[in-house]
């Protein structure tokens, strides 16, 4: 089964989560003409992949609460942001591909989710800024995403 899948258009490439009857659950990554060109394995327990502006990166989040990107080039995800006391969720590229912001709640609480952002630095790639939004809702992503 599907449950999810972000398409990058210039690159033609597809990412999409796969649910098997038997648990497994993985991120296939696939070109347009159907060919599997990686994935990310069930290790990860990866949710909700969204590809960079550039289609070079895929993020994603784990249910277990971590948020990783999975660079093509190196075939391998990467930790991006981990902290024990929160949970990280959907995430969302700028425009530009330098930062990513994402939803997070608390790990013990139940609260609603806020908004955190990562910025990446240009010359190492490396998370360079961390910060959150006061707002709470889905509209900070979609401003964010369409650079408002």
């Given at each position: 089964?599907l449950?999810?899948?972000d398409l990058h258009?210039?690159s033609?490439?597809?990412a999409?989560r796969?649910?098997?009857?038997?648990g497994?659950e993985?991120?296939e990554?696939r070109n347009l003409a159907?060919?599997v060109i990686?994935?990310?394995?069930n290790?990860?327990?990866?949710?909700?992949p969204?590809?960079?502006?550039?289609?070079?990166?895929?993020?994603?989040?784990?249910n277990?609460g971590?948020l990783?990107?999975?660079?093509l080039?190196?075939?391998?995800?990467?930790?991006?942001?981990?902290d024990?006391s929160?949970?990280?969720g959907f995430c969302?590229?700028?425009r530009?591909?330098?930062?990513l912001t994402?939803?997070?709640?608390?790990?013990?609480t139940?609260?609603?989710?806020?908004?955190?952002?990562l910025?990446f630095?240009?010359?190492t790639g490396?998370?360079?800024a961390r910060?959150g939004?006061?707002?709470?809702?889905?509209?900070a992503?979609v401003?964010?995403?369409?650079?408002?």
């Amino acid at each position: 089964m599907l449950s999810n899948f972000d398409l990058h258009v210039k690159s033609g490439r597809l990412a999409v989560r796969r649910m098997e009857p038997d648990g497994r659950e993985w991120i296939e990554l696939r070109n347009l003409a159907g060919q599997v060109i990686g994935e990310v394995s069930n290790n990860f327990l990866p949710q909700a992949p969204r590809w960079s502006p550039d289609g070079s990166k895929l993020a994603f989040a784990g249910n277990d609460g971590i948020l990783y990107t999975y660079d093509l080039q190196s075939d391998a995800p990467q930790i991006v942001f981990h902290d024990p006391s929160l949970e990280a969720g959907f995430c969302e590229w700028s425009r530009d591909g330098t930062r990513l912001t994402f939803s997070a709640r608390g790990s013990q609480t139940a609260q609603p989710p806020g908004h955190l952002l990562l910025e990446f630095g240009r010359e190492t790639g490396g998370v360079v800024a961390r910060s959150g939004f006061g707002d709470r809702n889905l509209s900070a992503m979609v401003a964010f995403k369409a650079g408002i």
